[in-house]
């Protein structure tokens, strides 16, 4: 699945969630990120997958925990600074 793809999805998911919710959902997802490489850990112990497998299954794990991070941090940014979202602060 390409970046820009999971990025829209992710996007989708949150689409008309307020801000909010959509760092709630975020969170849920950073924490499914985590319990799924936490699965791959016990896989690779008990020999379900090799090396090399679970190693390609971490590096994406770490790179959607990164895009999270970034939408998370972002959506923090704008709710400290509203003028940024284009958005009336009073409204």
């Keep these: 699945m390409s970046n820009s793809y999971r990025d829209l999805n992710v996007w989708l998911e949150g689409k008309g969630r307020s801000d909010r919710d959509f760092s709630r959902f975020l969170?849920?997802?950073?924490?499914?990120?985590?319990?799924?490489?936490?699965?791959?850990?016990?896989?690779l112990r008990l020999k379900y997958l090799k090396a090399a497998e679970a190693q390609e299954l971490l590096a994406a794990a770490s790179e959607i925990s990164r895009m999270l991070n970034g939408m998370l941090n972002a959506l923090s940014r704008d709710n400290r600074n509203p003028q940024n979202t284009g958005i009336d602060a009073q409204g």
């Design 27 to 43: 969170l849920q997802a950073r924490g499914s990120v985590w319990e799924a490489e936490t699965q791959v850990e016990i896989a």
